[in-house]
Nanobody
Framework: VQLQASGGGLVQAGGSLRLSCAAS?????MGWFRQAPGKEREFVATIRWSGGSTYYADSVKGRFTIGRDNAENSEFLQMNSLRPEDAAVYYC???????????????????????WGQGTQVTVSS
């Protein structure tokens, strides 16, 4: 599965941005991770295609919303109330639906995903 991410950019603290990610094939899970300079890649949010269950990192809960567009085979990440600490390169990730599904306890682990999009930069000015 190929992933194509879009969105991102520069925003002032408190502002909003929307990221999108389109998949070339069927996926069982699509999510977002981010990586700031000098830090490890960290989980942001993910959504199961079947049932639509969503999962969020505590740091973004209540501010970010992940959703899906079944018709377009894509996901989005609506980011509100952005903070300087949200600045990072954001990566969309997915699990090919032809492979074993990701169990809930592993949804926050980057290695559980087998497809990655190119990163998109999010910059938040204070």
């Amino acid at each position: 599965v190929q992933l194509q991410a879009s969105g991102g950019g520069l925003v002032q603290a408190g502002g909003s941005l929307r990221l999108s990610c389109a998949a070339s094939g069927r996926t069982s899970v699509m999510g977002w991770f981010r990586q700031a300079p000098g830090k490890e890649r960290e989980f942001v949010a993910t959504i199961r295609w079947s049932g639509g269950s969503t999962y969020y990192a505590d740091s973004v809960k209540g501010r970010f919303t992940i959703g899906r567009d079944n018709a377009e085979n894509s996901e989005f990440l609506q980011m509100n109330s952005l903070r300087p600490e949200d600045a990072a390169v954001y990566y969309c990730a997915a699990k090919d639906s032809r492979r074993n599904r990701i169990i809930t306890s592993q949804l926050r682990i980057p290695d559980a995903y087998d497809s990655w999009g190119q990163g998109t930069q999010v910059t938040v000015s204070s």
